[in-house]
Nanobody
């Protein structure tokens, strides 16, 4: 079965960095898309970044552009989110998800990981 497992979350001071990992199984990344999402207290889950496994194309939510970088290691079926210059507003549970048809729309992400907590202190 398709499984996604996030890791790398934790507690960090504002201005610090974390790298999140998403280990996937049950499929190969070619012609798929992997996305990172987050959900803060009292808010809806929102898209953070996504990457196409076929050509490496990426996209970012405006608030993280220039601070976060998404990358993939297709041989290991792993996607990373390198987060720098972290702000308290980045505090959330971060999830990775897979879009099996390669689409980047929220509704196209069919499988989700369990989430990893990121807490940024001021």
């Amino acid at each position: 079965e398709v499984q996604l497992v996030e890791s790398g979350g934790g507690l960090v001071q504002a201005g610090g960095s974390l790298r999140l990992s998403c280990a996937a199984s049950g499929f190969t990344f070619d012609d798929y898309a992997i996305g990172w999402f987050r959900q803060a207290p009292g808010k809806e889950r929102e898209g953070v970044s996504c990457i196409s496994s076929s050509d490496g194309s990426t996209d970012y939510e405006d608030s993280v552009k220039g601070r976060f970088t998404i990358s993939s290691d297709n041989a290991k079926n792993t996607v990373y989110l390198q987060m720098t210059s972290l702000k308290p507003e980045d505090t959330a549970v971060y999830y990775c998800a897979v879009s099996l048809n390669g689409g980047w729309g929220y509704e196209e992400y069919e499988y989700w990981g369990q989430g990893t907590q990121v807490t940024v202190t001021s």
